[in-house]
């Protein structure tokens, strides 16, 4: 609740200010820039976003894209109006009219930064879940493997970033039939987050879901079992928890070890009795 009534305050904030800078623009134009108002239309598409408020956050961002291709051609605030455009269309389910806005980005950041630029990796990852999302899979993983190996050089092999990215592609090779593809970057990012996160941390269950299917379908169910049980007992949230009797299962639902887990679960164990160490 304390969450909702900033975001309510952030954007009435905003709003203010916005109509605030509107009316000295009519009346007094030699005192407030156009791009003054630009920005403040972006400030308040942002408290939207966070208000759930999509269509009109994207309204907000579009209104300023003009004055931002004329104040700042080329870049990086440039880029992150069209980073913001791309993800609100994504949000809004326009998936399509999103890329160019991504494509737009990255071009303006290649011209602005090094090549192995962490910013870098943040384009191409975002980039790449959206690509996953309208089925340019391919695409999408080379992506996030090029992001991982920028991340990996700026931050190391356990910093978060890298963890996430690992977990994203591990999804994106599970989607696309890859399943022993993805065993090797879900294996990385568990090991990462067992050492920097809290194991409820949703990225953690997210590796840990994902992992488990891939040893599944990559003939490996013994060493499945155990991260499929923790999944089940550590998450109520259905995107973090193995569907048991879902496609992804065809291969193993009648092997004695996943039906004793099928069952094991089904009767209510707690997650403290099905946790397994390792």
Do not use: C, W
Request: hydrophobic share 40%; net charge positive.
């Amino acid at each position: 609740a304390a969450d909702k009534v900033v975001v309510a305050d952030s954007f009435r904030f905003h709003q203010n200010a916005l109509r605030i800078l509107e009316a000295v623009q009519v009346s007094r134009a030699s005192e407030v820039k156009p791009i003054d108002v630009a920005v403040a239309r972006r400030s308040i598409a942002g408290s939207l976003i966070r208000h759930g408020r999509i269509d009109e956050a994207l309204a907000m961002y579009q209104q300023a894209l003009p004055q931002y291709e004329k104040d700042f051609p080329n870049q990086s605030r440039l880029a992150d109006l069209l980073d913001d455009i791309a993800m609100a269309l994504n949000q809004s389910g326009k998936l399509q009219e999103a890329p160019p806005f991504f494509e737009r980005s990255m071009a303006i950041r290649k011209q602005i930064y090094a090549p192995d630029h962490p910013v870098q990796a943040f384009s191409l990852h975002n980039y790449a879940l959206l690509l996953m999302k309208i089925g340019r899979e391919k695409e999408a993983i080379h992506m996030m493997e090029e992001a991982i190996r920028i991340r990996m050089k700026a931050l190391g092999p356990n910093h978060p970033y890298v963890s996430i990215t690992r977990t994203d592609l591990g999804g994106a090779l599970l989607r696309s039939g890859q399943a022993a593809g993805a065993v090797a970057p879900l294996e990385s990012a568990m090991k990462a987050f067992r050492a920097t996160s809290h194991p409820r941390d949703n990225y953690y269950l997210l590796a840990q879901r994902m992992l488990g299917e891939a040893l599944a379908n990559s003939g490996r169910l013994n060493e499945a079992i155990p991260y499929l049980r923790d999944a089940l007992t550590q998450s109520d949230n259905p995107r973090l928890r193995p569907n048991l009797e879902g496609k992804a299962f065809e291969k193993v639902r009648n092997q004695p070890a996943f039906v004793a887990l099928v069952k094991e679960t089904s009767g209510g164990a707690s997650a403290s009795d099905g946790a397994v160490k390792r």
